[in-house]
């Protein structure tokens, strides 16, 4: 394996396992906070086991976001040290930032996982929100780290060399708003539809129906939620991507030809060598309405770019179909769950209905990998884009192929050492909470 594919590879696999933690630690915190709210408010014990469970969970992924998080920031160091010799000093605002908020949110997981019974009631429920919120702030700081790659700002680029840094202007970047809405809510999604589905697997097996129905309305209602808002954030995306970033977007749409009134294509397998895109469905001009809002405007095809400049697109075309297909589901699923609460409450016992939510569990997850391969596979050949190609950012030692086979083994063994953990955990739950009455909220039906 050659250096340049072997350090690819293993920022690929490091960001994508954290990812999945780091969205999970950000949105978890906020159902913890939800479920507490509820007991306060009802005094319900339920809430209480739910709560605590979820707490559990949250310093589970907090302790492992920290670590994915921290080989992260040396990798960037270690793998792409001329990236960030330039770098560092520009963008570099957003990590410290980043490293106060995950801070704060340490001090205040601690204050809330030992705080029972020791603070005032409602704030020790405070110390929960404050986890939420200082999660969430760092995960938007690190993706306005990443906006600042894909749309370079704050400096002056002279023969070479990085003047006059501005790195308030480089925190602001052109992408941040548009990535920072479009990654927090995939966050609330996934992970609102994988808790929901893990719940409602439990609900099926007839394991504690009370404790399990309320996780379940708690985590899909912020699920839900997300899915329905993630189209809007998306078109947003797409328009700001169309200008900033043509390129990736023709490959993102598979957009060879530069034209006025183009076709957006759904699925397709695109012919590199040709320029076509085969087995496509076609829908005249919404391409062009998709970037800019108007059937008839011209939408910059890969035509337009030096042939060593295009992304992979065959890669990035199918991972943002992907992306958009699960984006789909997720939002039927959610409108059924909504027409259940209003008008088909029988739904929410029937097993047929729990198993949509059981199957579709991990799929929010594969959508957030999907994303994260479409903006940075999108942007290649580029590290910083338009100004720093990834294949000069390399580091020039060699052997970094060990590098990246020593480190797919400690991501290995982290998974199943947090799957471990979580399987426990969910067993963990107090057999005492099973129902032993049979009010009609609480039983499920196999009917059909």
Known sequence: MEDLLAARSQMALSLGFHIIFACIGMVMPFFMATSHYQYLKTKNPLYKDLTKAWSKGVAIFFVTGAVSGTMLSFELGLLWPKFMLHAGPIFGMPFSLEGTAFFIEAIALGFFLYGWGKFKPWFHWFTGVVVGISGLASGILVVAANGWMNSPSGFDYVNGEY????????????????????????????????????????????????FHQKAFRIALVFGGVAAFLQPISGDISAKDIAVRQPAKFAAMEAHFKTEKGASLIIGGIPDVEN????????????????????FEEEVIGLDQFPEENHPPVMVTHFAFQIMVGIGMVLMALSLLYFL?????????????????????????????????????????????????????????????????????????????????????????VPESLKVDEKPVENQISTNP
């Open 163 to 210: 003047l006059n840094i501005d790195p308030i202007k480089a925190l602001f970047n052109d992408a941040w708003f548009s990535q920072s809405l479009h990654m927090t809510l995939a966050a609330f999604a996934a992970t609102g539809f994988a808790v929901a589905g893990i719940h409602a697997y439990m609900i099926i097996r007839r394991k504690n129906i009370a």
């Open 275 to 294: 320029k076509t895109v085969n087995y496509a469905i076609k829908i005249p001009g919404a391409l062009s309405f998709l970037a800019h809002g108007d």
């Open 340 to 428: 259940s609460i209003w008008k088909k409450k029988d739904w929410l016992r029937a097993t047929w209905f729990l198993w949509l939510f059981v199957v579709a569990t991990p799929l929010g997850f594969i959508a957030v990998e999907a994303g994260w391969t479409v903006t940075e596979v999108g942007r290649q050949p580029w590290i910083i884009y338009e100004v720093l190609k990834t294949k000069d950012a390399v580091s020039p030692i060699p052997g970094i192929a060990y590098s990246f086979y020593l480190f797919s083994a400690i991501y290995l063994s982290l998974s199943v050492a947090v799957i471990f953990l979580l399987i426990r955990q969910i067993k963990a």
